[in-house]
Nanobody, 120 residues
Framework: QVQLVESGGGLVQAGGSLRLSCAAS????????MGWFRQAPGKDREFVTS????????VYADSVKGRFTISRDNAKNMVYMQMNSLNPEDTAIYYC?????????????WGQGTQVTVSS
């Protein structure tokens, strides 16, 4: 079992930055690939980015490439997502997820989400 808790959401102006954090607990948390997903009002949840258990491989959605950066610190069981050049279309609830595969189509564990609101 892996428990995930996100933090770092909030309100930011367009063009600003935020860093989201995800604390993972569980004996084998560092063995899991980690991902970030988001769900905007009235829309389906969508993939944002993921990182392998080692941190050596990352995947990004086209919509965030060059603006968002995922990283992890396995010693602290933490995953981060630095979000730069935010725009109102990035407004959503952001969820952290864990799975054995960085390319999973069905992630096993989910956090409760953190709200990000970007004002124009």
């Amino acid at each position: 079992q892996v428990q995930l808790v996100e933090s770092g959401g909030g309100l930011v102006q367009a063009g600003g930055s935020l860093r989201l954090s995800c604390a993972a607990s569980g004996r084998t948390a560092s063995s899991y690939a980690m991902g970030w997903f988001r769900q905007a009002p009235g829309k389906d949840r969508e993939f944002v980015t993921s990182i392998s258990s080692s941190g050596r491989s990352t995947v990004y959605a086209d919509s965030v490439k060059g603006r968002f950066t995922i990283s992890r610190d396995n010693a602290k069981n933490m995953v981060y997502m630095q979000m730069n050049s935010l725009n109102p279309e990035d407004t959503a609830i952001y969820y952290c997820a864990a799975d054995l595969s960085i390319l999973s189509k069905s992630w096993d564990y989910w956090g409760q989400g953190t709200q990000v609101t970007v004002s124009s």
